[in-house]
């Protein structure tokens, strides 16, 4: 079970009024390498892996919820008084006539989000290593976002969001180095 | 602007042709502190408990500044 607290993991602020930003963040909200991506990926990877493991998956599976949220927060921020025609100046003028002011799980190019984008191979190893490559993938993106914007305040947000994808690569790698280990500390009794 | 760190920093300069329409760039990239710090001890130092939630980490070792004048152009 998890349990609920009513704020935000970092704080969000919004200084411009740039509904185009909530078209690039989309991206990280459903895109291939997004929260929603990696929360689901991990979270379900942690039934088939070794137990030594589990808890990490757990752990960093839940943050990425609440790095969704925080995404999700942007966005909403961004385009919640967002008229039409700022929509379609913002080249969300599809979105629009979809979802109105609505999120929803795509890209920044439009493409709805899909269960293909994740992996369980079921073979620890493998599903580590897809982990690990995730988190690069979520930094490199937010590199990308970060260097389209010259809002201070999601540029803020957004740098502790990519310092996180790096802390958790290294505890996917620190997993890794785990397994290896995992029959020279078993208890033979 | 906070304090760089161009040792995660890594440059290539890839074939230019005279026929390029744009000026030749140094492509950099970055190698983030995951790929060469070693794990968790104890041992390590660690930030204040305010700076360590502003910054996304409890270790200064594992911290990577981004953006970055190296990228840019900026300091080398
Ligand atoms: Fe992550």
Redesign the pocket.
Same mark, same amino acid.
């Given at each position: 079970m998890w349990i609920y607290e009513k704020k935000l993991q970092y704080p969000v602020r919004v200084s411009k009024c740039d509904p185009h930003l909530a078209k690039m963040l989309i991206e990280q909200y459903g895109g291939a390498d997004g =929260?929603l991506s /990696?929360a689901l990926r991990y979270l379900n990877q942690r039934y088939t892996i070794p137990d030594k493991v589990i808890g990490l998956l757990t752990d960093?599976g839940t =943050?990425?919820f609440a *790095?969704l949220e925080m995404i999700a927060t942007m966005v909403y921020k961004l385009t919640k008084d967002a008229t039409p025609e700022q929509m379609k100046a913002a080249g969300l003028v599809d979105h629009y006539v979809n979802h109105d002011n609505a999120l929803f799980y795509h890209n920044a190019a439009g493409t709805p989000w899909t269960a293909a984008y994740i992996q369980a191979k079921g073979d620890p190893i493998a599903d580590l290593y897809e982990d690990i490559a /995730? =988190?690069e993938k /979520?930094r490199a993106t937010y590199q990308w976002i970060i260097d389209n914007t010259d809002d201070p305040d999601i540029v803020d947000s957004l740098k502790f969001l990519r310092e996180? =994808?790096i802390v *958790?690569s290294l505890r996917f790698r620190e997993a890794v180095e785990i397994l290896k280990e995992y029959n020279a500390t078993q208890k033979v009794f | 602007m906070e304090k760089q760190d161009p040792s995660q920093w890594r440059v290539y300069h890839p074939y230019h042709s005279p026929f390029d329409p744009c000026p030749a760039r140094p492509k950099h990239f970055i190698i983030p502190p995951n790929e060469t710090a070693p794990f968790q001890t104890s041992a390590r130092k660690q930030y204040s408990p305010h700076e360590a939630l502003r910054k996304g980490t409890l270790w200064p070792d594992y911290y990577s500044p981004y953006p970055s004048s190296v990228r840019d152009g900026g300091a080398e």
């Open positions: =929260e /990696a960093i =943050e990425e *790095h /995730a =988190e /979520a996180r =994808e *958790h | -």
